[in-house]
């Protein structure tokens, strides 16, 4: 095979290879196109996404580090920050849904405790197609399989995540793993290789032949499920993974470390070169040092291996022998492989010959950057709003369907499966808005959250992103806390037609314009593209996880009733907002080309701030906000105590609503609060200080859910529906 069809056979264009030729003004040997194909590639490079990434936020008074290194850091006080992340890793879950869910878990995890921080949780983000397909049953089975296989095993509470049906997903599911974890604000490390002539040492398990090409094939749109390419999966062994974090954070007590990074994507060609890049200076490693599982492996196949658990150290000299104890304590590898050079080069040695010799920033820095044609797709012409007056349909009848649905019922069957109260923090258990997680020795607590409603983006891609936002923000406040930052996975389809590069143009913008109306800026994140078949792009789905803190954990609130004769509040106003609503699908509509909800980012930041003082100047009994399903969908969740189901009476002639579908409206900025009658009136007087619209909709009680004048259901139906959807 001649070098050309080589460098196509890798993802590498015939410009890109022309491109190289004249760079390193030669031809460029195989081992050489394998890995600078790797670091080219849209997982790695990200070429088409970097011209916009740069418009997001990334700086604030809690950022430590933003953007540009294996996750992102918070200051949360008292010598403490927060690293985190989320990361795609969709394409290796259809292929091997367990395994591809694992090492989702397991990469995410060693991007956190790399940079010094012990992991304390973990979240997702799933999606999946039509849940009545073989194939949809098969992967999300694998997929929770694989999660919580590794989460359990390394001993970190899954504590929170999101899952949704949609059948653009039915040949691209979505696995967004997210991870975080608790660290001394003086003890960060970085993925550095600063000091020539210092060493460079491999730490973990064995390099074998899995993962081989795993950056490339997650940059590139899939055929069809019968030629997929299945060694570029990973295998993980959550076991080993656990003897390495201990053995990190051990190791991380010692003086001398220069840098550390995890062996992710593209595997020791890019922890080794970003390494190098980041310090301004090159890399040296000769194979033949690193530990191998297979003695026929090739150097190609070692630089481009995608094995699990494995970390590339720089330290100064002086604890060599200590790092070699530590491991040995631990039965894992630590093995010198090189050292630090001052010339800039990535340079590779197999059986003492140079088998790659490359400028360091050809790797990194001189990757190319795409500003790829972005075009408006077409909108069919249709209504904007929803004529309520002429829609035909029975309030109870739909609220039993909505809350049935794949996207709105229980994910019991999911989170039962996560061993979330290991460790013994978990203050709320999953189902509410936020989990929470308790920092020991201090009254703080975490709040944690994920979304994204990909109807909306697909609608709009600004207003959809935005959304997910102010999402995440109601979510922290109505769990008690204060949002502080986020971290994003930017699914996309092939970024070649401008169409999809139209949507994720619009997609940054709204993220970023939300992220600065609610100060959360952007501290860490993943761009996913190529999630597309011949047949169909996925929806875009920038997904957004959030973290917040709540100074003293007596704040913490749940989104459940708790007792009788509560008053029920609605915080806000609603509005005709329909367009991509759970609701709208089971209403026989001729025409839905909607717009999404509607979302005013200085009223939802004003209501935003009246309920985070209201939960510490008052005694709330529960918190929710309004999201897909809208107000009646978020009573009856509130009813859903997972200790005591408990009814709820709601008069709405407070309201004055012209039509009762209004009720499943997910207009945005909404939240639904319950408490006794004296709190309330305090609550509306202050409300009316704010110029905040409170509404007195019903009080807490009974077996029964009803609306006066209207219907009357069971609790235990509506329950039943709930709870038993999802595994239906």
């Given at each position: 095979?001649?070098?050309?069809?080589?460098?196509?056979?890798?993802?590498?264009?015939?410009?890109?290879?022309?491109?190289?030729?004249?760079?390193?003004?030669?031809?460029?040997?195989?081992?050489?196109?394998?890995?600078?194909?790797?670091?080219?590639?849209?997982?790695?490079?990200?070429?088409?996404?970097?011209?916009?990434l740069?418009?997001?936020?990334?700086?604030?008074?809690?950022?430590?580090?933003?953007?540009?290194?294996?996750?992102?850091?918070?200051?949360?006080?008292?010598?403490?920050?927060?690293?985190?992340?989320?990361?795609?890793?969709?394409?290796?879950?259809?292929?091997?849904?367990?395994?591809?869910?694992?090492?989702?878990?397991?990469?995410?995890?060693?991007?956190?405790?790399?940079?010094?921080?012990?992991?304390?949780?973990?979240?997702?983000?799933?999606?999946?197609?039509?849940?009545?397909?073989?194939?949809?049953?098969?992967?999300?089975?694998?997929?929770?399989?694989?999660?919580?296989?590794?989460?359990?095993?390394?001993g970190?509470?899954?504590v929170?995540?999101e899952?949704?049906?949609?059948?653009?997903?039915?040949?691209?599911?979505?696995?967004?793993?997210?991870?975080l974890?608790?660290?001394?604000k003086?003890?960060?490390?970085?993925?550095l290789?600063?000091?020539?002539?210092?060493?460079?040492?491999?730490?973990?398990?064995?390099?074998?032949k899995?993962?081989v090409?795993?950056?490339?094939?997650?940059?590139?749109?899939?055929?069809?499920?019968?030629?997929?390419?299945?060694p570029?999966?990973?295998?993980?062994?959550?076991?080993?993974?656990?003897?390495?974090?201990?053995?990190?954070?051990?190791m991380f007590?010692?003086?001398?470390?220069?840098?550390?990074?995890?062996?992710?994507?593209?595997?020791?060609?890019?922890?080794a070169s970003?390494?190098a890049?980041?310090?301004?200076?090159?890399?040296?490693?000769?194979?033949?040092?690193?530990p191998?599982?297979?003695?026929?492996?090739?150097?190609?196949?070692?630089?481009?291996?995608?094995?699990?658990?494995?970390?590339?150290?720089?330290?100064?000299?002086?604890?060599?022998?200590?790092?070699k104890?530590?491991?040995?304590?631990?039965?894992?590898?630590?093995?010198?492989?090189?050292?630090?050079i001052?010339?800039e080069?990535?340079i590779?040695?197999?059986?003492?010959k140079?088998?790659?010799?490359l400028?360091?920033?050809?790797?990194?820095?001189?990757c190319?950057?795409?500003?790829?044609?972005?075009k408006?797709?077409?909108?069919?012409?249709?209504?904007?709003k929803?004529?309520?007056?002429?829609?035909?349909?029975?309030?109870?009848?739909?609220?039993?369907?909505?809350?049935?649905?794949?996207?709105?019922c229980?994910?019991e069957?999911?989170?039962?499966?996560?061993?979330?109260?290991?460790?013994?923090?978990?203050?709320?258990?999953?189902?509410s808005?936020?989990?929470?997680?308790?920092?020991?020795?201090?009254?703080?607590a975490?709040?944690?959250?994920?979304?994204?409603?990909?109807?909306?983006?697909?609608?709009?891609?600004?207003?959809?992103?935005?959304?997910?936002?102010?999402?995440?923000?109601?979510?922290?406040?109505?769990?008690?806390?204060?949002?502080?930052?986020?971290?994003?996975?930017?699914?996309?389809?092939?970024?070649?037609?401008?169409?999809?590069?139209?949507?994720?143009?619009?997609?940054?913008?709204?993220?970023?314009?939300?992220?600065?109306?609610?100060?959360?800026p952007?501290?860490?994140g993943?761009?996913?593209?190529?999630?597309?078949?011949?047949?169909?792009?996925?929806?875009?789905?920038?997904?957004?996880?959030?973290?917040g803190?709540?100074?003293?954990?007596?704040?913490?609130?749940?989104?459940?009733?708790?007792?009788?004769?509560?008053?029920?509040?609605?915080?806000?106003?609603?509005?005709?907002?329909?367009?991509g609503?759970?609701?709208?699908?089971?209403?026989?509509?001729?025409?839905?080309?909607?717009?999404?909800?509607?979302?005013?980012?200085?009223?939802s930041?004003?209501?935003?701030?009246f309920?985070?003082?209201?939960?510490?100047k008052?005694?709330?009994?529960?918190?929710?906000?309004?999201?897909?399903?809208?107000?009646?969908?978020s009573?009856?969740?509130?009813?859903?105590?997972?200790n005591?189901?408990?009814?709820?009476?709601?008069?709405?002639?407070?309201?004055?609503?012209?039509?009762?579908?209004?009720?499943?409206?997910?207009?945005?900025?909404c939240?639904?609060?319950?408490?006794?009658?004296?709190?309330?009136?305090?609550?509306?007087?202050?409300?009316?200080?704010?110029?905040?619209?409170?509404?007195?909709?019903?009080?807490?009680?009974?077996?029964?859910?009803?609306?006066?004048?209207s219907?009357?259901?069971?609790?235990?139906?509506?329950?039943?529906?709930?709870?038993?959807?999802?595994?239906?």
């Open positions: 095979m001649d070098d050309i069809s080589f460098a196509l056979q890798n993802g590498l264009t015939h410009n890109e290879y022309n491109l190289i030729v004249k760079k390193l003004k030669r031809a460029p040997n195989k081992n050489e196109i394998g890995v600078i194909a790797a670091m080219w590639s849209e997982h790695c490079s990200y070429k088409s996404s970097k011209h916009y740069k418009k997001l936020p990334t700086k604030g008074k809690v950022v430590i580090q933003g953007p540009g290194e294996n996750a992102g850091v918070i200051d949360i006080g008292d010598n403490q920050c927060l690293v985190f992340k989320i990361e795609s890793h969709n394409h290796p879950s259809f292929i091997e849904p367990y395994q591809g869910a694992a090492t989702g878990v397991g990469g995410i995890l060693r991007d956190v405790f790399t940079m010094g921080a012990r992991p304390i949780a973990l979240m997702n983000s799933l999606r999946f197609g039509n849940p009545k397909q073989k194939i949809t049953k098969r992967i999300i089975n694998g997929v929770v399989s694989g999660i919580a296989g590794y989460g359990n095993c390394m970190i509470p899954t929170g995540g899952v949704y049906f949609d059948d653009c997903y039915n040949g691209n599911p979505l696995v967004n793993a997210f991870a974890g608790i660290a001394k003086n003890k960060i490390f970085k993925g290789a600063d000091g020539p002539g210092n060493p460079v040492y491999y730490l973990g398990a064995k390099t074998g899995d993962g090409k795993g950056a490339i094939m997650a940059s590139d749109i899939f055929e069809d499920s019968e030629n997929l390419d299945r570029t999966v990973q295998i993980g062994d959550p076991f080993k993974e656990k003897l390495l974090l201990e053995a990190c954070l051990e007590r010692l003086k001398g470390i220069v840098g550390i990074q995890d062996m992710g994507a593209a595997g020791l060609t890019s922890s970003e390494m890049s980041r310090s301004g200076n090159g890399i040296m490693i000769d194979l033949d040092k690193v191998k599982r297979d003695l026929n492996i090739t150097p190609y196949e070692m630089l481009l291996s995608e094995s699990q658990e494995r970390m590339l150290l720089v330290l100064d000299d002086r604890n060599n022998k200590k790092i104890e530590i491991f040995k304590k631990w039965n894992l590898e630590s093995n010198k492989i090189g050292e630090v001052k010339e080069s990535f590779i040695k197999s059986k003492n140079i088998v790659v010799n400028p360091v920033s050809i790797l990194t820095d001189d190319p950057m795409y500003k790829r044609p972005v408006k797709p077409k909108k069919v012409k249709g209504s904007k929803l004529n309520l007056s002429k829609l035909k349909y029975n309030t109870k009848d739909l609220l039993i369907k909505v809350i049935g649905d794949p996207n709105i229980s994910r069957w999911i989170y039962k499966q996560f061993d979330y109260m290991v460790g013994t923090n978990t203050i709320v258990q999953p189902g808005d936020a989990a929470i997680i308790r920092i020991k020795g201090t009254k703080k975490v709040c944690l959250t994920t979304n994204c409603n990909s109807n909306y983006c697909k609608l709009e891609p600004s207003t959809g992103a935005s959304i997910a936002v102010a999402e995440s923000t109601r979510n922290i406040i109505a769990s008690g806390g204060k949002p502080l930052a986020i971290t994003n996975c930017l699914n996309f389809g092939n970024p070649e037609k401008p169409e999809i590069m139209w949507e994720f143009a619009e997609a940054i913008d709204g993220l970023s314009k939300a992220a600065r109306a609610f100060n959360t952007v501290v860490s993943n761009v996913s593209l190529y999630n597309e078949n011949y047949s169909e792009s996925i929806k875009p789905t920038p997904t957004i996880s959030m973290v803190v709540i100074d003293d954990y007596k704040y913490s609130t749940e989104q459940w009733f708790k007792n009788e004769s509560d008053q029920i509040l609605l915080i806000g106003k609603l509005g005709n907002d329909f367009g609503s759970q609701v709208i699908k089971y209403l026989n509509l001729k025409e839905s080309i909607l717009t999404p909800p509607g979302l005013d980012l200085d009223s930041s004003k209501i935003n701030d309920v985070f003082k209201v939960l510490r008052y005694k709330v009994s529960s918190a929710h906000d309004i999201s897909e399903g809208g107000l009646l969908t009573v009856v969740e509130s009813c859903f105590n997972p005591n189901l408990i009814g709820a009476e709601l008069d709405l002639k407070e309201l004055r609503l012209k039509n009762e579908l209004t009720l499943f409206s997910e207009s945005q900025g939240y639904v609060l319950s408490a006794d009658k004296k709190e309330t009136e305090k609550i509306k007087t202050f409300a009316l200080k704010k110029n905040i619209s409170v509404k007195v909709i019903g009080k807490v009680g009974g077996d029964s859910l009803s609306v006066k004048g219907f009357s259901v069971k609790l235990k139906k509506l329950f039943k529906k709930w709870s038993h959807g999802f595994p239906k």
